[in-house]
């Protein structure tokens, strides 16, 4: 948890075999200008991702809240808020 933000590190397959092999982290924050937000209408296991901004710090050439297409491959989230923590698994249907 970030100076108070709700923070998550998500989990991506950015190879496509199916197995999660690079993580990033992400914040929640709603009030945030929507230009940050690349998760227009995405949703895992049916959290609504909208106001998570993703940050990753291995993505030199990337600005705030952009993050590469193999990145929306997501496998699994955690997420870390200052009352709970939870683990959002892949919904497989």
Known sequence: ????????????????????DH???AVYIPSAPDIYKPFASKKFS???LHDWIP???TSEDL?????????LAMK???VFSKDDQYF???DVR
């Open 1 to 20: 948890m970030a100076i108070g933000f709700e923070t998550a590190l998500i989990f991506a397959d950015v190879d496509g075999d199916n197995v999660a």
């Open 23 to 25: 993580v990033y982290s």
């Open 46 to 48: 049916g959290k609504d």
């Open 55 to 57: 940050l990753d710090p």
């Open 63 to 71: 600005d705030f809240g952009v993050i590469t297409l193999d990145n």
């Open 76 to 78: 699994h989230m955690f």
């Open 88 to 90: 959002v698994p892949q």
